[in-house]
């Protein structure tokens, strides 16, 4: 079964250091690959995704993410976090070519920036 | 504004009881999804259904139920045979056949007391 790896589920950074979270994903086939970020208080939005192409791809609020098929990661980071970027964090995998769009969600991880 | 509108946003109940919880969608997505997000545990999937009249149980559909007459419309029911309820449920579509992004509604938490 297809899963997905969050090694990291509670992350604490001052302002202004940089990010890296890890994805891990099982799956041997081609995959869509999604971040998504939850903000205290709202509802989870897309960060950024990657289906195909170039494997660094940029989101929102600078963030990038880089896919390493290899390794079957697909790692988030951030140059300079800032307090705002206090948030929970998602990685999530599409199996393409199955017969539903079922994304798999890893754990998550709670990053919590301190200014 | 198209979006996913759920309710209630706060829901408290008995032991025993049925609760159902709304999902509407203004998206023209044919598909959409329920899924239960606790703490530690991530997003699993509890039901989804990719056009209407159709749904497929998720990872973990033991105890819900839902229903699909609408394109718009996919209430979720959390029935009594839920062992551990209380949770933050979450509603999503997508467009059917497409790359699997999910959009999301706000959410709604059910405490069962």
């Known amino acids: 079964a297809q899963s997905v790896s969050q090694h990291n589920h509670h992350v604490i950074l001052s302002e202004a250091a940089s990010l890296e979270l890890g994805c891990n994903y099982s799956?041997?086939?081609?995959?869509?690959l999604f971040w998504y970020v939850q903000y205290p208080g709202q509802h989870l939005q897309l960060l950024l995704k990657?289906?195909?192409?170039?494997?660094l791809v940029k989101g929102i609020k600078g963030f990038e993410a880089e896919f390493i098929k290899s390794k079957f990661s697909f790692n988030l980071r951030k140059p300079s976090v800032q307090w705002s970027d206090t948030a929970e964090y998602f990685c999530?995998?599409?199996?393409?070519?199955?017969?539903?769009?079922?994304?798999?969600f890893g754990t998550g991880t709670l990053l919590a920036v301190q200014p | 504004d198209g979006g996913i509108t759920q309710s209630p946003k706060y829901l408290f109940r008995k032991e025993g009881q049925n609760v159902t919880l709304s999902c509407e969608q203004n998206?023209?997505?044919?598909?959409m999804y329920w899924y239960r997000q606790d703490p530690g545990q991530g997003l699993r999937l509890i039901y989804y259904?990719?056009?209407?009249?159709?749904?497929q149980k998720g990872d973990i559909a033991e105890g819900y139920s839902v229903s699909r007459e609408k394109k718009e419309s996919f209430p979720l029911t959390v029935t009594s045979a839920q062992k551990n309820p209380t949770a933050f449920y979450l509603c999503?579509?997508?467009?059917?056949?497409?790359?699997?992004?999910?959009?999301f509604g706000e959410g709604s938490r059910l405490t069962v007391l």
């Open positions: 998206l023209n997505h044919d598909a």
């Open positions: 799956y041997g086939g081609t995959v869509n």
């Open positions: 259904s990719q056009i209407v009249n159709d749904f």
């Open positions: 999530a995998v599409n199996a393409y070519g199955g017969a539903t769009n079922k994304l798999i």
């Open positions: 999503a579509s997508s467009i059917r056949g497409g790359t699997g992004e999910l959009f």
């Open positions: 990657y289906f195909s192409g170039d494997p």
